[in-house]
């Protein structure tokens, strides 16, 4: 769900320091821009594509992949769009930003590159048909949603993977309107949590064959965070027995709002309200000169679920315009499994 | 120069009538002092320190004005004179040895020797370099002062004086920065080619064996002759 | 007891006012012109600094397409392929009778600008949204930003201490509007951070250009001669006061050997007065440079905008022409000035230290140190031989200035030999006693003057140098003129296609049309300007070649061969009968080299058919129009009208040359009045010495007064004598002046402009410099003239005194 990722969007658009002082501001009115409704009917393919009068929207891919030797990697692909205005036109004047985040963990180390465009030009964007999503040579495209290729690269690293849904979307919260606060913040939310991945990642070390499963997000909103919330934890999980769990808490001065979706291995899912979830640190690292929870507690009383979260390497920071965490996690306990794990506010 | 050729046919060479002079800030030195000295006589000045004796002896010489009285120096009265008209006297009329800096020191002793007589155009090669040998300073014309010990420098400084076969020598204690040898010898050279050459001498000492060598001798104190 | 010695030795200072004013003045002048060099030497430098950050020159390569403009197409092209690029839009902005450089840069895309940086962390930070949507915000510095805001049709301004004085930073977006080029762009900067693989610019973009740093404009070397000369300047102002303040301490150091052999005695001790008198002059040498830094300030205020214009016009560079005081330039200051008083401190410091406690007070009035001038006299020789050898075996810019410094020290240092010898000849020859005093009363100064004549000698030899370089300079450069503008009228159109109008309209009213035509191409030594030109017979008759081939204009004409400028020739050391590649397998043998004052960059000229092989876009917008000059002003206007083009766009050839000319004078206006400043530090220097020498002078002219030279005589001797040593030393200076300007000419222009040039001598410049020096003599000398003037006997007859 990536709630600071809007912010990051917003922020990220120009090498824009002082607009952390704007941060309380998108908690207030829109602008002009629409707002996330209750009840809305999503229309497909054409909802795959952007919302440009929305204010920021996201494409965000992570994988959990398995290299031939047997080690453990995970991938991050993001696009995100973010507008200036709610609208958008041709040319260098198009108020709408696009940015591009990738990133490789591997055992040992955490590759990631950044990527920064505006609309209107070509440069980057996203149709829903055939599905594209591109920022300069990044793209993630196919036919259709269910079948994708994805590349990307930084300086030292890149992938070239193709992607072949396994299962339905998932709507999060009600019906795909994911509510963030108590005050009501929301946004539209769903998911293809279950791809199957493969491909080839490009190391310092080498190439690399790979295979494994991605979780794709897609999200889009207006007016994402209350006022008094700083940052959240964000999980998606994947059971070796085919169930997954994709649940966040939003810390706030007034307390955590946690939500979460049980997606069961068919492919249904529910929604589970705030406090059904509890997130206990086990364990920090320090990273990028802080303390980061890099080992959790996560329970969820009423699936039974009980385990420990830890990060593959606990180096997987983002330090892109703006930094947060991101990486690969394995999972113990009542249930073993594999996800990601996003942190921001640190 | 024609006023100081003209002889009045007095003896007198020298006449200090009443003379007054006060230094500047109004402190009295002289307060009417008269004094003469005839052709070849030879007078000593003696004085307390500060009496005012050196003044004198430079009013005489016109290196100074004084405020009142009179000095007729060689038939020439020296209150209308101005600067340069002193200037012309000193050079024309009196010869001058002061008791240190006679010489100039860029020039060398022969340049010096001569600088006088040639500055008032009555230079005589032979009587210069005769007096070069009587003064023992023949071997040393090439040199500049400054090689040259204090003696040595006086007597070039009185052969500059002679030079010009001067009517009236001033003398400021000349032997005053000497040892007592060099003192002397420097007291009898200058004394024999006064006697020599006819000319008046006003020798300003504190000495009083010097003092006693002359044919004068008067006693300033209080800015008066005692 | 510090505190009792450091009174009775401050006391001295108290006692003797016009030495300390002397000595504080000699340390003001040393660092006040230095310091105002540095002052604009870091001001420029800052601009430069801020213009490159802005431009983003000196570090990234750049795309470029010689024949134009790219399209937004091409950039998404390369981006699509992982080039990391960003879009720069610029071109000239007019802003009533002056033409600002607009520049629009991806804002989303380029690396952080200072500029941007800047007005994000401001209080009131722009918001983004207004940055990169309609209408946006444009950048300007303080001093551009009123004047766009009486321009009225312009997006609101930020206004930002980041950019130089006549730069516009804006969105691309904003840009393209205007500069009413929607959809161009100017060139593509390639981004530090590359992917991992990229396909080779041949496959996506084969038109575009890759220039690295190294073949771009530079400001920052190519003005560095200029900077090096002002440099230069600084320093030998430095020197010259540095003789001020050596006189000056060491007569206080003579004056206070009595007090300090007494305090010796009293059981100080000799280290101790050392730390304090090092203490006291220390403390001496902060206020001066104090003061100096403030008429540092003031001067460098003064000259700074003639500076910018200069390095406008010379370098194209901007400058900002507002003084900013930066700390590090005062502590600079200081530390010069602390370091230049010790030095010039330290052998009357290191005499005193081992003065034995019962030396008497000895001040020597006459010293024939021969041995000693000999001494000197050789070591002069020894830097010049120095100078002469660093050049001939090293060579180059800075070997060019060792071999200046080599001269002119040695130069300075033969002087006193020089001068005594010339001296003693005179005073053999002279007749008179008073003329024998004088001339050996002369020589007997001279080692207490040769200090300041040197200084002399130096400020003497820099203006007959700089000044004969100048004139030379300007001669040429007229003539050139006069060569190179033959056409009566220059027209410049808005775009091509009037152009090609102009040019129809023009054909049956004119003798010529003379298109100019040029596309900006790379060459190793630097970015290369190529011209196109069509047969006209002003080329062959006006063209100002300084070397060629036969046949030359017959070869460059029908595109056999190509002609390039005066600087590209000595850069790349290329002479006719060479080739050169313009484009990639474009081979032109070289048929003649013209020179090409005021470009600092590589220029060359092809046929016009030639030029539309080689960029078949470059643009037709300009023209030398060929007529009877007597119709030319009607015909401006004509065209004007016709047009509708601004003045600007149709310019005379008598104006094009009265503004060269203008540019020019600007150019050198510093290098004068640096000039007339360090002759006049040379002035205060005799000065200072006479000063210093006027106790010394008493018992050298007492004997003389008493023996009947009156103290009107004595006064004009002295005003005689400070102007005669001038006068010797300026005839000195002259043969050593023609040396410098030779050197400046033939090596130091070379180096750092380009061009070599034809000298001139210039007699009458002479003439006037050499009254202004008896001038300057005669002032410095009036001083202590007429003390002697007004010297009671009474003083003088002290001498002779006893108690002395």
Redesign the interface.
């Known amino acids: 769900m990536n709630v600071r990722a809007l912010l990051i969007a917003i922020m990220c658009?120009?090498?824009?320091?002082?607009?952390a002082q704007g941060y309380a501001g998108l908690g207030g009115s829109a602008d002009g821009f629409e707002i996330p409704q209750r009840g809305y009917q999503f229309e497909f393919p054409k909802d795959h594509g952007p919302h440009p009068a929305f204010r920021i929207e996201w494409w965000y891919l992570t994988a959990n992949l398995t290299a031939d030797d047997g080690r453990d990697y995970g991938i991050q692909w993001t696009l995100f769009r973010s507008a200036?205005?709610p609208f958008e036109t041709e040319?260098?004047?198009s108020?709408q930003?696009w940015m591009g985040h990738a990133a490789v963990t591997t055992p040992e180390t955490h590759y990631f590159?950044e990527r920064?465009?505006?609309g209107g030009?070509?440069?980057a964007g996203a149709t829903a048909e055939p599905f594209a999503a591109?920022i300069?040579?990044w793209q993630m495209s196919g036919p259709d949603f269910d079948t994708l290729t994805l590349t990307a690269?930084?300086?030292?690293?890149?992938y070239d993977l193709s992607l072949k849904a396994q299962g339905p979307l998932v709507f999060h919260g009600e019906n795909g309107y994911s509510v963030k606060s108590s005050d009501g913040q929301a946004s539209h939310y769903y998911s293809q949590p279950s791809y199957n991945v493969e491909g080839v990642l490009?190391l310092p070390e080498g190439d690399m064959a790979v295979s494994g499963n991605g979780w794709l997000d897609r999200e889009w909103s207006s007016q994402p965070l209350a006022e008094d919330q700083s940052g959240w934890d964000w999980f998606s999980l994947s059971f070796d027995d085919g169930d997954k769990l994709m649940a966040f808490r939003l810390r706030g001065d007034r307390g955590d709002f946690t939500s979460a979706t049980w997606i069961s291995a068919d492919g249904s899912s529910m929604a589970l309200s705030d406090g059904s979830t509890s997130f206990t640190p086990l364990e920090t690292a320090h990273v990028a000169g802080r303390d980061v929870p890099v080992a959790w507690r996560v329970t969820l009383p009423d699936r039974g679920v009980d385990v420990e979260v830890s990060a593959l390497v606990p180096d997987a920071w983002m330090a892109t315009r703006f930094e947060y965490w991101e990486g690969p996690v394995t999972v113990t306990g009542t249930h073993e499994g594999r996800g990601y794990l996003e942190m921001t506010g640190y | 120069m024609h006023i100081l050729r003209s002889k009045t046919g007095q003896a007198m060479l020298l006449n200090i009538d009443n003379i007054q002079k006060s230094y500047p800030g109004g402190r009295p030195v002289l307060k009417g002092v008269s004094l003469t000295l005839d052709k070849g006589q030879t007078l000593a000045l003696t004085g307390e320190s500060g009496s005012g004796k050196s003044t004198l002896l430079n009013l005489a010489g016109a290196l100074d004005s004084f405020d009142q009285g009179e000095i007729t120096l060689d038939g020439t009265r020296l209150s209308p004179l101005d600067d340069a008209g002193r200037a012309q006297l000193r050079r024309q009329s009196v010869s001058l040895v002061f008791q240190q800096f006679n010489l100039i020191p860029s020039l060398t002793v022969l340049q010096n020797l001569t600088f006088h007589a040639r500055l008032a155009e009555c230079q005589d090669q032979e009587w210069t370099l005769h007096l070069a040998d009587r003064l023992g300073v023949a071997d040393l014309l090439d040199r500049h002062p400054e090689n040259l010990s204090g003696g040595q420098q006086q007597r070039v400084a009185i052969g500059r004086a002679m030079a010009v076969r001067p009517k009236l020598l001033l003398a400021d204690e000349p032997t005053g920065n000497l040892d007592e040898t060099a003192s002397a010898n420097v007291l009898d050279l200058m004394l024999a080619l006064v006697a020599d050459t006819g000319a008046a001498l006003l020798l300003v000492t504190h000495s009083h064996d010097i003092a006693a060598r002359l044919d004068r001798r008067v006693h300033l104190s209080g800015g008066h002759i005692q | 007891m510090t505190r009792t010695v450091l009174q009775a030795l401050l006391s001295h200072w108290r006692a003797h006012r016009l030495q300390l004013g002397t000595l504080l003045i000699g340390i003001a002048l040393a660092t006040g012109l230095w310091s105002a060099v540095q002052a604009i030497n870091s001001e420029a430098r800052a601009s430069y600094a801020r213009a490159n950050a802005q431009l983003a020159l000196g570090q990234l390569d750049e795309l470029r397409d010689p024949t134009g403009p790219i399209p937004?197409?091409r950039?998404?092209d390369l981006?699509?392929?992982?080039w990391?690029v960003a879009a720069v839009l610029e071109g000239p902005y007019r802003l009533g009778t002056r033409s600002v450089h607009l520049m629009g840069v991806?804002?989303?895309?380029y690396p952080?600008l200072p500029a941007?940086?800047e007005a994000?962390?401001s209080a009131a930070?722009p918001d983004?949204?207004d940055?990169?949507?309609?209408p946006?915000r444009i950048l300007a510095s303080s001093e551009l930003a009123p004047l766009l805001r009486e321009q009225g049709d312009l997006p609101p301004i930020l206004e930002s201490s980041a950019l130089p004085p006549d730069v516009i930073l804006t969105?691309?977006?904003v840009a393209?509007t205007l500069l009413d080029q929607?959809?161009d762009i100017s060139r593509l900067v390639v981004l530090s951070?590359?992917?991992?693989?990229v396909p080779a610019l041949s496959d996506i973009a084969p038109e575009l250009q890759r220039f690295s740093p190294s073949s771009q404009v530079d400001t920052d070397q190519l003005t560095g001669s200029f900077h090096l000369n002002l440099s230069a300047f600084g320093m030998l102002s430095f020197a010259v006061g540095l003789f001020i303040v050596h006189g000056t301490v060491g007569l206080a150091f003579a004056q206070r050997r009595g007090m300090i052999r007494t305090m010796r005695a009293l059981g100080v001790s000799m280290r101790r007065l050392v730390v304090l008198i090092l203490a006291e002059l220390t403390f001496l040498a902060v206020i001066g440079g104090a003061l100096g830094l403030a008429l540092g300030f003031f001067i460098a205020g003064a000259l700074l905008p003639d500076v910018a214009a200069t390095l406008r016009g010379l370098y194209g560079a901007s400058v900002s022409g507002q003084m900013s005081l930066r700390p590090e330039w005062a502590a600079a200051g200081i530390a010069m000035a602390v370091a230049g008083t010790l030095l010039a401190s330290g052998q009357a410091l290191w005499r005193l230290s081992q003065m034995p406690i019962l030396t008497g007070p000895g001040v020597r009035a006459w010293q024939d140190n021969a041995p000693a001038r000999r001494l000197t006299a050789l070591a002069g020789l020894i830097l010049i031989a120095g100078g002469t050898l660093a050049y001939l075996s090293v060579g180059g810019l800075i070997a060019g200035f060792v071999l200046l410094a080599g001269l002119l020290t040695g130069a300075a240092l033969l002087l006193p030999l020089s001068l005594s010898g010339v001296l003693a000849l005179f005073a053999r020859r002279a007749q008179g006693p008073v003329a024998q005093w004088v001339w050996a009363d002369m020589r007997a100064q001279l080692p207490g003057l040769s200090l300041a004549l040197m200084a002399l000698l130096l400020a003497l030899a820099a203006n007959i140098g700089v000044g004969t370089m100048v004139s030379s300079f300007r001669l040429t450069f007229v003539g050139w003129l006069d060569q190179r503008l033959t056409s009566e009228l220059y027209v410049t159109a808005v775009d091509d296609q009037q152009g090609q109008e102009i040019s129809e309209w023009l054909q049956p009213r004119v003798d010529a049309i003379l298109p100019l035509r040029t596309v900006e191409l790379a060459h190793e030594t630097g970015p290369l300007f190529l011209y196109g030109i069509v047969d006209d017979p002003v080329y062959r008759l006006h063209w100002p070649l300084i070397t060629s081939a036969t046949g030359v204009w017959d070869d460059v004409m029908t595109g056999h061969a190509v002609l390039i400028n005066e600087q590209l020739g000595r850069r790349a050391d290329l002479w006719p009968g060479d080739t050169l590649e313009l484009r990639p397998g474009h081979v032109l043998t070289i048929a003649g080299v013209y020179s090409d004052y005021g470009n600092p960059t590589g220029q060359a000229m092809v046929s016009m058919a030639q030029l539309d092989q080689i960029a078949p876009g470059a643009e037709t917008r300009r023209f030398g129009v060929r007529m009877p000059p007597e119709d030319a002003t009607e015909m401006a206007q004509e065209l004007r009208r016709q047009f509708d083009l601004p003045r600007q766009s149709v310019v005379h050839q008598a104006a094009m040359k009265a503004q060269s000319r203008a540019i020019f004078e600007k150019t050198f206006v510093v290098t004068s009045a640096l000039n007339v400043l360090t002759l006049g530090v040379a002035g205060f220097a005799i000065l200072t010495s006479l000063l210093t020498l006027w106790t010394q002078r008493l018992p050298q002219i007492a004997p003389v007064w008493a023996l009947g030279l009156d103290r009107s005589q004595l006064a004009r001797l002295e005003l005689m004598r400070s102007v005669t040593l001038a006068a010797l030393t300026a005839c000195l200076a002259l043969p050593l002046g023609l040396v410098l300007s030779w050197v400046l000419l033939t090596v130091i222009n070379v180096q750092a402009f380009g061009w070599r040039l034809p000298m001139y001598v210039f007699p009458l410049d002479w003439l006037y410099l050499f009254v202004l020096t008896l001038l300057a003599a005669l002032i410095a000398a009036a001083l202590p003239a007429m003390r002697l003037l007004r010297l009671p006997p009474a003083d003088l007859l002290r001498v002779f005194a006893s108690e002395r």
């Open positions: 658009m120009l090498p824009v320091s002082s607009w200036l205005k040319g260098w004047q108020p930003i590159a920064l465009s505006r030009i070509g440069q591109w300069d040579e690269s930084g300086k030292d690293f890149g490009h | 937004i197409a950039y998404v981006r699509r392929a992982g990391q991806d804002m989303v895309a952080a941007i940086v994000e962390q930070a983004p949204a940055m990169l949507t309609a946006g969105d691309i977006g393209e929607q959809g951070d590359q992917p991992r693989l």
